[in-house]
């Protein structure tokens, strides 16, 4: 079974538009990350969020939102897209517990195409 | 920003040990250092972590240094199929909604 799965796989669409990326985990944890990854292959987290924080890159534009239904997802809504924002975008999940460390679980990744 | 330095590239001969360093200079006492790879077009894949000890599982080994200011990724036996990008962070003491940041990466290629 896939532990972190997401939504669409491939995803092309054009510039202006609203799209959505969902996300599934079925490891029972309790965060969930969304990170992307542009052309020259920098992972960046974008968001990070538990039932009790979310923290947000404050690099990332508002166009951006998580929206997490319940704690074994968190779905990315994107709004007005733009040509920048192709790359390819990781769910990922986590539960860290202090002193254990946080080893974090990635989903196999979507990749946006904006034209 | 990320708080290692890796070499960005280093090869390695099938069947050999490949040893990935990582100079992590500024680590905190409570920080662990974390290992993660990036085969072509997946996610990134967790391999291993520590705190202070040496680890071991199926995929690697571990070896942090005594002052904790650096350690070094060992896989056995390299096969083909672990060309690929290897990150080394460190972060994530664990608890709440800690992420972790990912530099530029080594990338080994192994080579038949």
């Known amino acids: 079974d896939t532990a972190v799965s997401q939504t669409p796989k491939y995803l092309v669409t054009q510039m202006g538009n609203d799209k959505s990326i969902k996300c599934e985990q079925n490891l029972g944890h309790d965060t969930m990350y969304w990170y992307k990854q542009d052309s020259k292959k920098f992972l960046k987290i974008m968001f990070s969020?538990?039932?009790?924080?979310?923290?947000i890159n404050e690099t990332v534009p508002n166009r951006f939102s998580p929206k997490s239904p319940d704690k074994a997802h968190l779905n990315l809504h994107i709004n007005s897209l733009e040509l920048g924002d192709s790359a390819v975008y990781f769910c990922?999940?986590?539960?860290?517990?202090?002193?254990?460390?946080?080893?974090?679980?990635f989903g196999e990744g979507s990749w946006l195409t904006v034209v | 920003d990320a708080k290692t330095t890796q070499p960005p590239s280093m090869d390695c001969a099938e069947g050999r040990a490949a040893n990935l360093p990582c100079n992590h200079s500024?680590?905190?006492?409570?920080?662990?250092v974390y290992w993660y790879r990036q085969i072509h077009s997946q996610g990134p894949q967790y391999i291993i972590h520590g705190l202070k000890n040496n680890e071991t599982n199926e995929m690697a080994s571990l070896i942090i240094t005594e002052d904790r200011k650096s350690s070094t990724l060992i896989l056995p036996h390299a096969t083909l199929r672990d060309t690929a990008v290897y990150y080394c962070?460190?972060?994530?003491?664990?608890?709440?909604?800690?992420?972790?940041?990912f530099g530029k990466g080594t990338h080994l290629i192994i080579q038949p």
């Open positions: 500024t680590i905190s006492g409570n920080e662990y």
């Open positions: 969020y538990n039932n009790k924080e979310l923290i």
């Open positions: 990922a999940s986590s539960q860290g517990s202090r002193g254990s460390g946080n080893t974090i679980y």
């Open positions: 962070i460190v972060g994530g003491r664990g608890g709440g909604a800690d992420g972790l940041t």
